[in-house]
């Protein structure tokens, strides 16, 4: 039967309901019993003082569970009143690659070593490399199953407007595969001869602290992936000549950030007495998302190729404080080589540093050498085009040359 208005107020429920509400009005009737109760010592508690009784609360200390916030303050553990200029990953040298070398005391030599170069127009190739590099890179950026959110794409015409966000394989993933199928085919190359005496280690970390003029440097930087080598590569023989740029009137340290909060530690990922720890090839990735200058500007070409000097440097510093000690601050008993290779996925710029000293100051004696040649595109274009694969403008030349990189002992 079909409920109505007429039934539902005869509805046993309904009756429940107006019950209540009457019963609910009622006012008690004083029955003497508190009286009596009283007579009779019993105490009696009015029962809105038991139902929202106040309970006292106690603060019990609880080791370990929440951590209290460490004040940013003189009263910080690692707070010191001398200032630290303190470089990262996301620090960008507002001055480029000539402010890296008067920060590092380094010498620019536009070309690789002679036994880099002799590698490099020497070397002979399987016909069927390239065939395996173009597949490297379209499995790296088209053709992973990885689907997340991408970052936000502006227009400079239209900077207030919201472009619909997209989805894709993410610029750490893309990095991450395309430099190991590289490294892969490097190692199949070289074979196990060469690969037995390398080993590779991901996400590294380097720490390491150098006075310059007065100025406390301190670097914390990570390498996505790092070649170490049972023996050191060999310093580049002959001596190179040049000055170092002059950036007056700014200083070396300017852009990068000061902080009183800071550890003068020096960290390198592995002990001494280990077989493979000796640095032989870092590579670090470029991402314009998390790499800006403080002014809003895009990164230029200059400021890329400093990072790669700069990480390197940092790297065989602290080599150099973890073989010598702390107390090394002049000329190295013998230099430190090391290679570095940055990459964005698609560009990418390779330098090889050899540490000579570490006193960075103006009137050092001897120099730093670095050693390096402009950018190099893997590719121009690698996407869908009407349902297929396209790869555009595929250069050979950079697998060469890392391969050459790979091989230098």
Known sequence: MRLTKTLCAQHIGWHFKKHWLVQGKRVPK?????????????????????????????????????????????????????????????????????????LTNCIEIQSFPKQIEDVIANQQLPN????????????????????????????????????????GISQERVNRLLVNKLLHETEKLAGRSVSMRRKLIDNATFKTTINKDGDLLGFSI??????????????VKGKFEGDLPDLYPMKTTISIPKHHIYQTDNFYPLRMDINCSHPHTIFTVFNKNLVKNS???????????????????????????QLHGASVQGALPKPIVVQSVQTDG????????????????????SKNYWFHRQNYDLFSDC???????????????????????????
């Not at 698609?346 to 009137?363: E, I, M, P």
């Open 30 to 102: 004083e029955t003497g019993a508190v009286a009596e109760l009283l007579k009779l010592g019993v105490q009696v508690k009015n029962p809105e003082d038991l139902v929202n009784a106040k309970v006292e609360r106690k603060v019990v200390d609880v080791v370990g569970s929440l951590e209290k916030k460490i004040p940013e303050d003189s009263r910080h553990p690692d707070w010191h009143s001398a200032v630290c200029h303190s470089y990262s990953d996301n620090s960008v040298l507002i001055g480029g690659l000539p402010q890296a070398q008067a």
């Open 295 to 321: 002014h809003g500007s895009d990164v230029t070409t200059s400021q890329i190729q400093a990072r790669t000097l700069v990480k390197a440097f940092v790297v065989a510093a602290a080599r150099a404080r």
């Open 346 to 365: 698609r560009t990418f710029h390779f330098g090889v540093l050899q540490l000579n000293t570490l006193d960075l100051g103006a009137k050092s004696p």
């Open 128 to 167: 069927s490399i390239d065939k395996s590099i173009r597949h490297a890179i379209l499995a790296s950026h088209v053709l992973d199953a990885e689907q997340v959110k991408l970052p936000k794409v502006r227009l400079p015409e239209r900077p207030a407007f919201n472009l619909p966000r997209s989805y």
């Open 383 to 409: 996407s869908y085009e009407a349902g297929r694969l396209h790869l555009e403008n595929y250069n050979g030349d950079v697998f060469r040359i890392f391969n050459a990189f790979y091989n230098n002992a």
């Open 222 to 235: 990570h390498a996505e992936k790092v070649v170490f080598a049972n023996r050191a590569i060999e310093a």
